[in-house]
C-alpha cells in the first residue's frame, strides 16, 4: 500500500451553491468548476485547488463537491479529514459560515489535533493540525 492510499474524494451535496460558499469561506480558497464528463449525466461539480500540471506530485489528495441525482449528503458516511495550520480556525469559520462545530479541537497525542465540523449540507468533515 502507498504511504497515502487516498487520491480522490467528493463530498456530495443539495445545494450547490450553498455548499461552494461554504467550503470557499472555510479554507479562504476558489473551487474551479469542472464540465460533466459524462454529458448524459446531468453532474455539478467544483474542485478544490490542486497542482493541475501534476496533480499526484502534490500533498494530500484532490478532490470536489459533487450535485448529482442518487448522491446524497447526510451524516453516517466516509468522513473526510483536511489539513490546516490549526484546526480550529477552520472550525470557527464553519460555525460562521452556515456549518457547525460537531467536536471542537482536541488533542490527539504526538499526531496533533482535529476537529470535526458539519458543513453546510450536513456532511461531517474532520480537520487536522499539528498545532
Not at 480558497?29 to 459524462?38: A, D, I, Y
Not at 451524516?75 to 483536511?82: I, K, M, S
Not at 490546516?84 to 459560515?97: G, K, T, W
Not at 471542537?104 to 487536522?128: T, Y
Request: charged letters at 20%; hydrophobic letters at 40%.
Amino acid at each position: 500500500m502507498k504511504i497515502n492510499p487516498v487520491v480522490h474524494f467528493e463530498i456530495y451535496v443539495q445545494d450547490m451553491d450553498r455548499a461552494k460558499a461554504f467550503y470557499e469561506a472555510l479554507f479562504d480558497v476558489k473551487l474551479e468548476n469542472m464540465p460533466s464528463p459524462t454529458p448524459e449525466i446531468d453532474m455539478d461539480m467544483w474542485f478544490f485547488p490542486m497542482d493541475k500540471d501534476d496533480p499526484m506530485s502534490g500533498y494530500g489528495a484532490g478532490g470536489m463537491l459533487v450535485k448529482m441525482e442518487g448522491f446524497t449528503p447526510g451524516a453516517g458516511g466516509t468522513l473526510v479529514y483536511f489539513g490546516c495550520d490549526d484546526c480550529a480556525v477552520q472550525a470557527a469559520r464553519a460555525a460562521a459560515n452556515g456549518g457547525s462545530i460537531h467536536q471542537e479541537k482536541m488533542s490527539i497525542g504526538e499526531h496533533g489535533f482535529c476537529a470535526v465540523v458539519r458543513d453546510s449540507e450536513g456532511n461531517l468533515i474532520g480537520l487536522h493540525s499539528m498545532t
